[in-house]
């Protein structure tokens, strides 16, 4: 039997108690199968693997198209999803507040809200107020959706740890539940940012660091953005240009799709 979304949402919640978990980004439904058959116990969406899928660049989509793409992965996956939710899509606190309700009526399990505009990083008190404003939306449904505040300064030319540190403390004290700073990749910047808002979890974007080594950093989740739809444009893309440049199919000699997807989607019809 499908799990419910309160389900989810609550499972979601143990995994965020204890250890280290990976929690992988499809970018349509057939990826989130995929990743769901091979024993993920959570997914995350990914705002540029969504938005290559419908054949745009990154930040280029809709708050429509957003929240429709959550509903198509939570509604299609039995295993918690959360929702890559760049800005929230507006500036202004109320503006979080209004979508960050709206995307919680969409099943997720869970959402991020990041402090960097599309342009700039904002400045931190505004920074500060739109992670409580999602904080008391959140509140408000009574939902149980984990709420993730991203400091976004290492990916966005400002990488200076001491001001991401304060954020994300700033962003804890708000109400986020779990504190995010992609880019981060030396180990003395992994365990400082555990450090300083523990005992609260910590999101760590993958950077080839295996997963035992961040956990002995106090990690305890691992996503990868958008590095898997990378993979798969980017083959896809090499060997259709193979054939359109040279003629040839060696990019696609022995491709055994039917033989692995057909059981796996199979399998999870409902």
């Known amino acids: 039997m499908a799990a419910s979304v309160a389900e989810k949402r609550a499972a979601f919640r ?4 204890s250890g280290c978990f990976v929690l992988p980004n499809p970018w349509d439904v057939g990826s989130a199968m995929l990743l769901q058959h091979l024993g993920f116990q959570a997914l995350a969406t990914t705002s ?4 290559w899928s419908l054949g745009r660049a990154d930040v280029d989509v809709s708050l429509e198209q957003a929240l429709q793409h959550f509903s198509e992965l939570a509604s299609a996956s039995d295993v918690p999803v959360n929702a890559d939710f760049e800005n929230a899509f507006g500036d ?3 503006e979080v507040a209004n979508n960050v309700a709206l995307a919680v009526d969409t099943g ?11 342009s700039a990083l904002y ?6 107020a739109r992670v409580a404003a999602a904080r008391a ?3 408000r449904t009574g939902s149980g959706v984990l709420l993730t505040g991203r400091a976004e300064g290492f990916l966005h030319g400002e990488p200076h740890l001491d001001e991401v540190i304060r954020r994300l403390k700033a962003y804890s004290d708000a109400g986020a539940e779990c ?28 950077t080839g660091i295996p997963v035992a080594t961040a956990r002995s950093f106090g990690v305890r989740r691992i996503s990868v953005g958008g590095a898997l739809a990378g993979v798969a444009y980017s083959t896809f893309y090499a060997a259709a240009q193979e054939i359109a440049d040279k003629g040839t199919f060696g990019g696609i000699a022995g491709a055994s799709g039917r033989r692995i997807l057909n059981p796996i989607f199979s399998a999870n019809r409902r």
């Open 137 to 139: 939306a959140l509140d």
């Open 92 to 94: 202004a606190p109320e």
């Open 108 to 118: 997720i399990a869970g959402l991020s809200v990041e402090d960097y505009s599309g």
């Open 48 to 51: 540029a693997g969504m938005a």
């Open 123 to 128: 400045e931190f008190d505004l920074a500060v």
């Open 14 to 17: 143990r995994l965020h108690e």
């Open 179 to 206: 504190l995010y700073a992609p880019g981060i990749r030396e180990e003395s910047h992994i365990r400082a940012v555990v450090q300083a808002v523990a005992p609260k979890p910590v999101n760590l974007l993958a």
